[in-house]
């Protein structure tokens, strides 16, 4: 079931951009200590795009670093992956993550569906 409300996806032109949404409830997404941007290619294995870690800062992958940003905007709950040049090997389906602490010291687990976005030559 859907735990993060997730927009963007589509057909996109090789060489353009793309721009992705990830939004939580604002208690939830304050207590998230890590959010993570994922993809997973046909008949490939799901693969981490950039994270976000409480006190670690973001990371990014090597195939997509220096064209990729995953801002965090706290006023509205939400982060977004902001992708350019993309090439028809960026073809995949991108889900966001995050992981928040609760009661006891639990660790809480939220995705999003999915959103698909082809890359076109």
């Known amino acids: 079931q859907a735990q993060l409300e997730e927009s963007g996806g589509g057909l996109v032109q090789a060489g353009g951009s793309l721009g992705l949404s990830c939004r939580a409830s604002g208690s939830i997404f304050k207590n998230m200590y890590i959010m993570v941007w994922y993809r997973q290619a046909p008949g490939k294995q799901r693969e981490l795009v950039a994270s976000?870690?409480?006190?670690?800062?973001?990371k990014y992958a090597d195939y997509v670093r220096g064209r990729c940003t995953i801002p965090k905007d706290y006023d509205k709950n939400m982060m977004y992956l902001q992708m350019n040049n993309l090439r028809p090997e960026d073809t995949a389906t991108y889900s966001c993550?995050?992981?928040?602490?609760?009661?006891?010291?639990?660790?809480?687990?939220?995705w999003g569906r999915g959103n698909h976005v082809i890359v076109s030559s």
């Open positions: 993550y995050g992981a928040a602490r609760g009661p006891r010291g639990c660790k809480y687990d939220y």
């Open positions: 976000i870690t409480s006190g670690a800062g973001r």
